[in-house]
């Protein structure tokens, strides 16, 4: 079999949505949880439902300066003919609005006791111990009750939400100062090859960076990478680097994946556990596969830095968000006009990098694309926009078509 497969190449590919199914359904969420403070939750999953312990406000409040009063003393209050209440010297948060009385308060200030209502600052005049009063105001006029902005016992998050900054601010003025969060997934990042180095490369060396790349994407997306240091290409150094990562929810290689003479992922694989994909109908990066050993789901990365990021993207992405609980959000994307054809294979999923030009007069941006082939030329991506992905039933996008360019680097 093995044999076979390295003669033949890759007589089938998978289909990228087959594909994505399959390794769904192969990530477990793993369901860890703990408490952390509010603070530090920002991009956090939550573990559990929230509801509001308290009311907020707490109790009513004036939601405009003015003057706190009863409503009814204001009634016939007009321009003509003012009201005219004796104003009361205190603190409102222990003052006491009697008849006949009012309190000078604050936007957001606590209604006085006794207090119904908040005539607006400019419709007041202080005259000596007094205040004339221009507007008849009505019982609530003016007034925030409690609970207004969260009512106690209001559902307010589900399990699976990602926190946001408003979130947080919510969730702390309700009276909460830490949140249950599920723990980020483990990720084991293993680059491979006898090429690779950290720097100074010499001939026949390259200076490695897709451990780099796939350990900070994993970092945004919400996982937990620890990068392993380049493994040779030597079966038992292979199959210990993945052994060590089986306690995470993941592990991902990068290199050895396709089918030559020094691609030994595959076999190394097949010797640990099951290889469920291997061989992707997508570009660049179609040596995609991915392997379950005890349990955990071993992802294989082709080793060019475009193709190592366009599968990363594609497949690695939804499965530390599957394993964290998280959704899986959409890309921003931004409608633009495409420049110049871009060709493809029939069957496949191509995502071609373009950079985006502003033209004057024209409401939408240029798409000009940088590069459809060359999954090795790493300037191609990381200069780039973005991409237009070509879907398996086309054969090409032609120029001055609408298209969609995908900012995968913006999203989480």
């Known amino acids: ?79 003509r003919s003012p009201e005219v209440l004796r104003a009361v010297d205190e603190d409102p948060t222990e003052g006491v609005v009697d008849p006949n009385q009012t309190l000078r308060v604050h936007t957001g200030s606590a209604l006085p006791e006794g207090a119904d209502a908040v005539v607006k600052i400019e419709q007041a005049e202080p005259v000596a111990d007094e205040i004339e009063l221009f507007d008849a105001v009505a019982e609530g006029e003016n007034v925030a009750e409690a609970g207004e902005d969260v009512e106690e016992g209001q559902h307010l998050y589900d399990p699976g939400h990602v926190l946001r900054p408003s979130d947080l601010g919510l969730l702390k003025s309700v009276g909460f100062t830490e949140v249950p969060v599920f723990e980020k997934p483990e990720v084991t990042v293993i680059p491979t090859g006898d090429e690779l180095v950290q720097e100074d490369p010499g001939p026949g060396e390259t200076i490695e960076t897709n451990g780099l790349t796939v350990s900070r994407f994993v970092e945004r997306w919400g996982g937990e990478p620890t990068e392993l240091a380049p493994v040779e290409d030597d079966e038992d150094a292979l199959k210990g680097a993945i052994e060590s990562g089986l306690d995470g929810e993941l592990v991902v290689t990068s290199g050895g994946s396709s089918v030559g003479q020094r691609d030994l992922l595959p076999e190394v694989l097949e010797d640990l556990g099951e290889i469920v994909v291997h061989g992707i109908a997508l570009k660049p990066g179609h040596p995609f596969g991915f392997a379950v050993v005890e349990d955990t789901p071993v992802l294989m990365l082709p080793g060019y830095p475009v193709a190592t990021i366009v599968n990363a993207v594609q497949f690695l992405r939804p499965a530390v968000k599957r394993a964290m609980n998280a959704p899986l959000p959409p890309f921003p994307t931004t409608e633009a006009t495409l420049e110049r054809k871009i060709a493809s294979e029939p069957g496949v999923r191509t995502f071609a990098r373009v950079r985006l030009e502003e033209h004057e007069n024209d409401p939408r941006p240029a798409a000009i694309p940088t590069r459809v082939s060359g999954s090795g030329v790493l300037s191609s991506v990381a200069l780039a926009d973005g991409w237009v992905v070509v879907p398996e039933a086309a054969e090409g996008i032609d120029g001055g078509e609408t298209v969609a360019v995908q900012h995968w680097e913006v999203g989480q």
């Open 1 to 79: 079999m093995t044999s076979d497969r390295k003669q033949s190449g890759f007589k089938q590919r998978t289909r990228v949505d087959d594909a994505l199914a399959a390794l769904r359904d192969a990530v477990d969420p793993h369901g860890r949880a703990a408490e952390l403070p509010i603070a530090e939750a920002d991009g956090r999953t939550l573990a559990a439902t929230m509801a509001a312990p308290a009311n907020v406000p707490s109790a009513p409040r004036a939601a405009m300066d003015g003057y706190a009063v009863r409503a009814g003393d204001t009634f016939g209050a007009s321009d």
